[in-house]
């Protein structure tokens, strides 16, 4: 009889035990939540990429701070309920074969949230790498450590035009080919917050819109020497018309504005970046 009244207390103490954990957790994880999501943990959104991807690093946060919560809770439980007291220093603890409902649990549980989260982040990175209608293809190649940008004839001047300074129109779709010349490097504007790797011999590409004039960095995200951490750059984005007058410029021919440059070898220009 006296068995059976310690196990309904310690049935119960358990019981309460779990309810003040939940409640702990539930309160612990929603003031992280709001505290994450006050963090401004990106620069300013200057491209139509930007919103998404911003989004989906929130709905991580919302994911992953209540499971943090969880993990740190039981195991500080755990090791305040369960620590070692005066006395006990030869026993053993209880041998335990397993519980196969908690384990279907937290085997499930995970696998459920991480296939939802992949599908979402897939259904982003599906919609932000879309083609777009009138895209300009800008060719950025990364050598040791500096960037050049190239613009094709395609894009308004007329004929190939290099530079060491990457000038974007504001809302025209851009796709970046990334080349690089010695070693891999890596082509990242945050405020764009599209990355890729660019590799020797292989092209690689991604897209962005930008959306907001300004100047904004561009870095190397991959260590490719000693000099990679001076391997930075700056995006100008501006109005259209003052872009193609920069190409123009740029392109050296004196080609006015819309892309209406004269044919190729009448002009004189120099197409060296500079
Ligand atoms: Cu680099």
């Known amino acids: 009889m006296a068995d059976t009244g310690t196990e309904e207390r310690s049935e119960r103490s358990s019981k309460k ?8 957790g539930t309160i612990v994880s929603a003031i992280l939540i709001a505290l994450a999501l006050s963090i401004h943990w990106f620069p300013t959104q200057a491209s139509t990429q930007a919103g998404p991807i911003d989004t989906l690093y929130d709905v991580l946060l919302i994911v992953s701070v209540p499971v943090f919560v969880l993990v740190v809770t039981v195991v500080l439980f755990s090791v305040w309920k369960f620590r070692r007291r005066p006395g006990q220093e030869l026993t053993d603890g209880p041998p335990i074969h397993g519980n196969t409902r908690v384990e279907v649990i937290w085997t499930a549980v995970p696998a459920v949230m991480l296939l939802a989260l992949c599908v979402y982040a897939y259904a982003v990175l599906y919609q932000i790498e879309k083609p777009q209608k009138g895209e300009m293809v800008v060719d950025v190649t990364g050598q040791q450590f500096a960037w050049q940008f190239s613009y094709p004839p395609s894009s308004g001047g007329g004929k190939t035009v290099l530079s060491d300074q990457l000038y974007l129109p504001k809302g025209q779709p851009i796709e970046f080919k990334l080349h690089a010349k010695d070693v891999i490097h ?4 945050p405020s764009f917050r599209m990355k890729s790797d660019t590799v020797p011999g292989v092209t690689t590409s991604y897209r962005v819109t930008p959306t907001q004039t300004g100047n904004f960095a561009i870095v190397c995200a991959e260590l490719c020497g000693l000099g990679h951490s001076t391997m930075r750059s700056t995006v100008h984005v501006v109005e259209q018309p003052a872009f193609e007058q920069w190409l ?14 004269p044919p190729t070898g009448s002009s004189g220009g120099s197409q060296g970046g500079g």
Do not use: D, I, R
């Not at 035990?17 to 702990?24: E, G, H, P, R």
């Open 17 to 24: 035990n779990l309810t003040q954990m939940l409640a702990v």
């Open 186 to 189: 890596s082509f990242w504007v």
């Open 248 to 261: 123009a410029k740029k392109g050296g021919g004196g080609a006015p504005p819309g892309g209406t440059a």
